[in-house]
T-cell receptor, first 114, second 114 residues
Framework: DAGITQSPRHKVTETGTPVTLRCHQT?????MYWYRQDPGHGLRLIHY???????DKGEVSDGYSVSRSKTEDFLLTLESATSSQTSVYFC?????????????FGDGTRLSIL | AQSVAQPEDQVNVAEGNPLTVKCTYS??????LFWYVQYPNRGLQFLLK??????LVKGSYGFEAEFNKSQTSFHLKKPSALVSDSALYFC????????????FGGGTRLMVKP
């Protein structure tokens, strides 16, 4: 398995609270991604990073922010969580160089917002 | 914009029979195509990819996929299904070297019955 650790693995919180999810990699890969997985929608890209302090929006970025201060860590923040953000969140990484390389995924964080 | 369609939410097959999981795509340039598998409470695992070359691509666990440019399809196949193949399968596309982002289909649940 690729060296990707997501934390926490499960979290329950209340509407309006801030939440931060962490993705840590040991592969020194340049690209990191945050997705959410919802029934019937597959995986949808929230934000991605192409280097330290270099990030860009994905398909469903509203309500989310990200930061990458070190190569190995990519943080996803929900500033004020809403029930619509209840989902399973996956981090992925990809090596730089040849863009035909596949992404490799962590095991996910299950987030419930009550 | 790129998109992926997996027309079947679920595919049922008997153990030992051949299986096919369908995928069609839409992309402006040359497609990079990927198949992933997801087991319960796990992240997505890479199975195989098509970048260029032979239309028949072989991947992990005996799976293969056939790229058909005229039909814009990339169906996943296996000659003889195993009960352990039961899982959720995702097709994904990226627009050649120009794209950093993968777009996923909604997923197809494969059920292999003994």
């Amino acid at each position: 398995d690729a060296g990707i650790t997501q934390s926490p693995r499960h979290k329950v919180t209340e509407t309006g609270t801030p939440v931060t999810l962490r993705c840590h990699q040991t592969e020194n890969h340049r690209y990191m991604y945050w997705y959410r997985q919802d029934p019937g929608h597959g995986l949808r890209l929230i934000h991605y990073s192409y280097g330290v302090k270099d990030t860009d929006k994905g398909e469903v970025s509203d309500g989310y922010s990200v930061s990458r201060s070190k190569t190995e860590d990519f943080l996803l923040t929900l500033e004020s969580a809403t029930s619509s953000q209840t989902s399973v969140y996956f981090c992925a990484i990809r090596a730089a160089g040849r863009s035909n390389q596949p992404q490799h995924f962590g095991d996910g964080t299950r987030l419930s917002i009550l | 914009a790129q998109s992926v369609a997996q027309p079947e939410d679920q595919v049922n097959v008997a153990e030992g029979n051949p299986l096919t999981v369908k995928c069609t795509y839409s992309v402006s340039g040359n497609p990079y195509l990927f198949w992933y598998v997801q087991y319960p409470n796990r992240g997505l695992q890479f199975l195989l990819k098509y970048i260029t070359g032979d239309n028949l691509v072989k991947g992990s666990y005996g799976f293969e996929a056939e790229f058909n440019k005229s039909q814009t399809s990339f169906h996943l196949k296996k000659p003889s299904a195993l009960v352990s193949d039961s899982a959720l399968y995702f097709c994904a596309v990226r627009e050649g070297d120009a794209g950093n982002m993968l777009t996923f289909g909604g997923g197809t649940r494969l059920m292999v019955k003994p």
